[in-house]
């Protein structure tokens, strides 16, 4: 099972939580523009967090290059494991290029079976804070 973002959406956690834990999404697809200053500071790291917070591999294509006067995207297109390992990355990250990668869906059910978080979740946590909100 995929579950499709964008780039934007890698600063809200909830919508990965939503697609893993709701949907029961296994790969999670992130095409992106990050621009140059957010995709050195960010990019990765985020990936990455969503990759281990989920349990899902994270398939992460990227745009790069110089658009125009004003506008540069990073570039650094990943694959990431559930375990938070970059196993597939172009050898460029400002080329075309395509990076392969096996998913191992043994591997998946492994790490989820042996820290299942579906389980573990505090889901009360957050309907306390939607309560709130709604007030």
């Given amino acids: 099972r995929l579950g499709v973002t964008v780039c934007y959406d890698l600063r809200f956690p909830q919508l990965y939580q939503k697609l893993r834990f709701e949907m029961g999404a296994e790969v999670l697809l992130v095409p992106s523009a990050f621009t140059r200053p957010t995709g050195e500071a960010h990019w990765e790291v985020l990936l990455r967090a969503r990759a281990i917070e989920n349990q899902c591999f994270v398939i992460a294509a990227a745009q790069a290059g110089k658009h125009n006067e004003t506008r540069e995207s990073y570039g650094h297109a990943l694959i ?22 096996t998913i191992d869906l043994d591997q998946l059910a492994r790490i989820r079976n042996n820290m299942p978080l579906g389980e573990h979740r505090r889901y009360e946590l957050n309907a306390e804070r939607i309560e709130s909100e709604l007030r």
């Fill in 80 to 101: 990431i494991d559930p375990w938070g390992k970059v196993i597939g990355q172009c050898e460029d990250s400002q080329a075309t290029d395509i990076a392969v990668a």
